[in-house]
């Protein structure tokens, strides 16, 4: 088991471009989450996948964001024209279909400049 | 936005004092998780509770599922160095899908020697 591990760590973008996150679940994990987590809170929920169904998309999600788990396996998160309010700690979870329990990987970090 | 309140925002203790945190909602709960982040990584699970009235233990920390099902408290005992960290409880609403936890603010935790 090598847990939950998300690419890139640290992303340095400028304002106005794309970016695109990937997360790769536990591998017997049918469901994926992902969250964002700014500084002083608790991660926001934004979407969660159950195999390669996107089942629900918070409002946080605006339409600059998109998430797609095409095979049901790792899943990645893009941010179109990106704007200074998107820096945030991104984070992905997963999950098996028998427990509630999520398990978080490390986060990508963004700082929009 | 974030439903639960967490509360103290922040705790300063001394090596080995015992330290309590609760979440409070105004909705009633089916699950309380309750995760440990350390700087720049993602949260760590420490204990899941499913019922009513639900104590359990993970080594010092002991967390309860309130009657009410409206609350949860976390207790950590004799509290060491490595205890430092942001505790962060997460709540699945009744009403609320599978999977879409909302998460307390927080509380920040400092152990002094």
């Known amino acids: 088991d090598t847990g939950v591990s998300q690419d890139p760590r640290h992303k340095i973008t400028k304002r106005g471009q794309n970016v695109t996150f990937r997360c790769d679940p536990i591998s017997e994990h049918n469901r994926l989450y992902w969250y964002r987590q700014t500084l002083g809170q608790g991660p926001e929920f934004l979407t969660y996948f159950q195999n390669e169904a996107q089942l629900e998309k918070s409002r946080l999600l605006s339409d600059r964001f998109s998430a797609e788990r095409p095979k049901g396996s790792f899943s990645t998160l893009e941010i179109q024209r990106t704007e200074q309010g998107d820096s945030a700690m991104y984070l992905c979870?997963?999950?098996?279909?028998?427990?509630?329990?999520?398990?978080f990987g490390p986060g990508t970090r963004l700082t929009v400049t | 936005g974030q439903q639960l309140n967490q509360s103290p925002q922040s705790m300063f203790i001394q090596e080995g004092e015992d330290v309590s945190m609760n979440c409070t909602s105004s909705s009633i709960f089916n699950t309380w998780l309750w995760y440990k982040q350390d700087p720049g990584e993602g949260p760590v699970l420490l204990i899941a509770l499913y019922k009513a009235g639900e104590l359990t233990s993970n080594g010092r920390l002991t967390a309860q599922f309130g009657i009410t099902r409206k609350d949860s408290f976390l207790n950590i005992s004799a509290s060491i160095p490595s205890d430092v960290g942001i505790y962060f409880c997460a709540g699945l609403s009744a009403t609320d899908s599978w999977g879409k936890f909302q998460f307390g603010a927080g509380t920040q935790v400092v152990v002094t020697p």
């Open positions: 979870a997963s999950s098996s279909t028998t427990t509630y329990e999520q398990y």
